[in-house]
C-alpha cells in the first residue's frame, strides 16, 4: 500500500485537478456542516482538506466526524487552486483512511497557542516535536551539521569515528563517568583528544561530530553531561592557524544560513546572521583580565575568566571572541606551554558563553611528560598514549565546538536543553 506520494510542500506546483496522497497529522478541524474543513500536516508543511456535500464521498464526510486533533492519517484527493485558501490551493477529499489515533488531551499543545513548560515539553520530546518551532530548531541543527561536514571535506579532512570507551582520562582526572567493563573499570570519554592527536600522524587532518560525557554535576543553562563535541586536529598547524580555520568555518555556517534565512526565518538569531562579513575579535587573557579589573571585576591573574566576569565588559555582549594565551595552570596537559608561561590556547567566546577551545599541542615527549608530572597526573595511566610520541608525532593543533552551545548561539536560545533533542543532565535521563 502506498502511503504518500507527495510531500505537501510539494503540493502548490501541482496543477489544478491532479490527484495526490499525501499522509500526516491532523492540526484542526471544523464542521460546518455542508462543508468539512481539516489542516494535515506532515514534516514539510500543512494545507487544508476540505469535505463538500456535492463533491466528495457520503463516507468520507462520516469517517471525518470520528476524527480528532493529531490522529494520523492518508488523504486521496485532488488539488485545487484557490484564492480563499492561505496557501492558494486545498485538497479536495475523494478518500481518507485513518492510520493510528491520538489519545486526548495530548501532554501539551501543540499548535503553539499555550506555552508548556520546558520540563512538560522535554517529558514528551517526540510530542513537542510537533510544534513547528521545535521541529525548526532541529532541522537547522541538521543543517548546520551538514554545513560543517561539507566545510572540512571541502577542506581535505578526514572523518574519524574514535572510542567512547576508554581506559583513561583524556582531559585529566575529574568529571570522569565510571562502568564496569567486564572486569575492568572504564570510564566514557570526555572528549577524543588523545585519538584525534595521535590520528594526525597517518591522517593529518581529521574531524569527529559525536557526542561526549562530562560527570559535572552542574545544573546551569549551559553545561550537558551529554554533548555534542566538533572536534579538529590538524597536523603542521599551530594555534593561529587552527583560529583562522574556526573563524573560517563560522563564516561559512553564517553565509549559507543567510541564505536560507526565510525557511528557518524565526529560530536564526541576527546577531550570529552578521558574521557573514564580520570578522571576529581577538584578545590576549591578560587584556581580557585588564578588561575585567577596570569594570571591577575581582579576578587576578593565573585565574580561570568566569561568565559573570565577562558580563562586566558591556563591549562583548552578543559577539565573537577569542581569548588566547593563557596562563599554564588553566589549560590541559597537552596544550603547549610557551616560554613565558603562557600557552599556545585559545577559547572562542560569544558573550560570556564559550564555545569552543583549542591550541597548539605538546608534540616533545619529553616536554608533555613533565607537563604531566607537573600537573600531579599519573604518567603511567598515559604511557598508551605518549608511547606514540616516539614514533614521528607531526606538530600539530586542533580544537572542538560544543556543538549544542553554538546552536544556542545561531538560534538565539539561552537554555542548552532547546539545542538538544534528548539533554542528559543531573536530574534528566529519560525519555
Ligand atoms: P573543552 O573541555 O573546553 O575542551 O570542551 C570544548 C567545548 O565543549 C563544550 N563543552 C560543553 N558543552 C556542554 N556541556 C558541557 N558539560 C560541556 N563541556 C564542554 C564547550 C567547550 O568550549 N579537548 C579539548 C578541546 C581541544 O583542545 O581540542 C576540550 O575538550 O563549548
Known amino acids: 500500500m502506498k502511503y504518500k506520494d507527495f510531500y505537501i510542500n510539494q503540493l502548490s506546483d501541482l496543477t489544478d485537478d491532479t490527484e495526490v496522497i499525501v499522509a500526516g497529522w491532523v492540526e484542526d478541524l471544523r464542521d460546518l456542516g455542508k462543508i468539512k474543513f481539516l489542516k494535515i500536516k506532515d514534516y514539510t508543511d500543512s494545507t487544508q482538506v476540505i469535505w463538500k456535500v456535492e463533491e466528495s464521498p457520503v463516507e468520507v464526510g462520516k469517517l471525518i466526524e470520528t476524527i480528532n486533533q493529531n490522529d494520523v492519517i492518508k488523504v486521496k484527493g485532488t488539488v485545487r487552486k484557490s484564492r480563499v485558501a492561505k496557501k492558494g490551493f486545498e485538497l479536495v477529499a475523494k478518500e481518507i483512511e485513518v492510520l493510528s489515533k491520538s489519545k486526548h488531551p495530548l501532554p501539551l499543545e501543540i499548535r503553539g497557542k499555550i506555552g508548556a513548560s520546558l520540563d512538560v515539553r522535554l517529558d514528551n520530546r517526540p510530542i513537542d516535536l510537533m510544534r513547528p518551532r521545535t521541529a525548526k530548531i532541529f532541522k537547522l541543527f541538521s543543517e548546520v551539521l551538514k554545513i560543517s561536514r561539507n566545510f ?5 579532512f578526514v572523518e574519524v569515528v574514535t572510542p567512547r570507551i576508554i581506559s583513561t582520562a583524556t582531559e585529566g582526572g575529574a568529571n570522569l563517568f565510571e562502568l564496569s567493563y567486564f572486569d575492568k573499570k572504564a570510564f566514557l570519554a570526555q572528549s577524543p ?19 561526549f560525557f562530562r560527570a559535572e554535576p552542574f545544573d546551569t543553562t549551559r553545561h550537558l553531561n551529554e554533548f ?3 572536534d579538529i586536529e590538524v597536523a603542521f598547524a599551530d594555534y593561529r592557524d587552527v583560529m583562522e580555520i574556526l573563524a573560517n568555518l563560522i563564516k561559512t555556517i553564517s553565509e549559507e544560513l543567510n541564505e536560507r534565512s526565510k525557511e528557518y526565518d524565526e529560530v536564526l538569531n541576527e546577531k550570529f546572521l552578521e558574521y557573514k562579513d564580520k570578522e571576529i575579535e581577538s584578545y590576549s587573557y591578560e587584556e581580557i583580565v585588564d578588561m575585567v579589573i577596570k569594570k571591577g571585576g575581582k579576578i587576578s591573574y593565573g585565574e580561570d575568566i568566569s561568565s559573570e566576569d565577562i558580563k562586566l565588559i558591556r563591549d562583548l ?10 596562563p599554564e595552570n588553566t589549560k590541559p596537559f597537552y596544550i603547549k606551554v610557551k616560554d613565558d608561561g603562557t600557552t599556545e590556547s585559545f577559547d572562542l567566546m560569544f558573550g560570556e558563553l564559550e564555545i569552543c577551545s583549542g591550541g597548539t599541542r605538546e608534540e616533545n615527549r619529553e616536554k608533555l611528560e613533565s607537563r604531566i608530572t607537573r600537573m600531579r597526573l599519573n604518567l603511567n595511566s598515559f604511557s598508551e598514549h605518549l608511547k606514540f610520541f616516539s614514533y614521528g608525532m607531526p606538530p600539530h593543533a586542533g580544537w572542538a565546538i560544543g556543538f549544542n552551545r553554538l546552536m544556542m548561539i545561531i538560534t538565539g536560545e539561552s537554555n542548552i536543553r532547546e539545542t538538544t533533542l534528548y539533554p542528559r543532565d543531573k536530574n534528566r535521563i529519560t525519555p
Open 152 to 156: 572540512f571535506y571541502k577542506n581535505g
Open 193 to 211: 583528544q588523545l585519538y584525534k592527536e595521535q590520528l594526525t600522524m597517518g591522517l593529518e587532518k581529521v574531524f569527529e561530530i559525536g557526542t
Open 228 to 230: 555534542v563535541s566538533l
Open 317 to 326: 555582549k552578543d559577539k565573537f571572541f577569542f581569548v588566547t594565551d593563557w
